[in-house]
């Protein structure tokens, strides 16, 4: 597609429910990013797909937080338990193989816990 | 390990004047910096990076940083402010020494412009 695409915009879930995040990234960017942007917390490294590595899940703040990619495109974060503090916006990045290539963002989820 | 500090939350300037977003790193190796721009409710766009060469890089919408070793820093900067220029502003590190490595963001400066 012509950018990176996350689904949905936004997302009201109850605490202890389960959420999905989708993003679908730019056609041919190898490279995936998850990040969490809170307020005043600026952006936290979640997890990174690269090809067919195993994923860098190094930034998961915890085991209730897992994210797969499906055949080296469309990703899933998935957030099970939801918490109040897990409330914030999610953005989805992706870029081409690389050390010197910077990302292209999609617009984020915005996830709220109620 | 590889780390960005931008000291300032919020910069208020008056349009015409000029801009300056401060911006210092900390690395192993060699810098990839990077800056980005989130304006309300949007993703972040790429505004410049800096890999090598010149350490005065020019980018979108009239901004340009430059690189400076010696203090490690990567300051954004614009001649001239405009009211559009209102948005949130974020620097960001790779470590050429850590291989593929993810991006590491600063907390984001909030930028106003005043008429």
């Known amino acids: 597609g012509a950018g990176v695409s996350q689904s949905p915009s936004n997302k009201v879930t109850e605490k202890g429910k389960d959420v999905e995040l989708r993003c679908d990234p730019i056609?041919?960017?190898?490279?995936l990013y998850w990040y969490r942007q809170s307020l005043g917390q600026g952006l936290e490294f979640l997890i990174y797909f690269q090809g067919n590595s195993a994923p860098d899940k190094s930034g998961l703040p915890s085991d209730r937080f897992s994210a797969e990619r499906t055949g080296g495109s469309v990703s899933t974060l998935t957030i099970q338990r939801t918490q109040q503090e897990d409330s914030a916006v999610y953005l989805c990045a992706s870029s081409l193989q690389g050390q010197n290539y910077g990302y292209t963002f999609g617009s984020g989820t915005r996830l709220t816990v109620v | 390990a590889q780390s960005v500090a931008q000291p300032e939350d919020q910069v208020n300037v008056a349009e015409g004047n000029p801009l300056t977003v401060k911006c210092t790193y900390s690395v192993s190796g060699n810098p990839y910096l990077f800056w980005y721009v989130q304006y309300p409710n949007r993703g972040l766009q790429f505004l410049l990076k800096?890999?090598?060469?010149?350490?005065l890089v020019k980018g979108s919408y009239g901004f340009e940083a430059e690189f400076n070793k010696s203090q490690t820093s990567f300051h954004l900067k614009k001649p001239s402010a405009l009211v559009s220029d209102s948005a949130l502003y974020f620097c960001a590190v790779r470590d050429t020494y850590s291989g593929n490595t993810p991006l590491v963001f600063g907390k984001g400066t909030r930028l106003s412009v005043i008429a």
């Open positions: 800096y890999i090598t060469g010149d350490n």
């Open positions: 056609s041919g960017h190898t490279a």
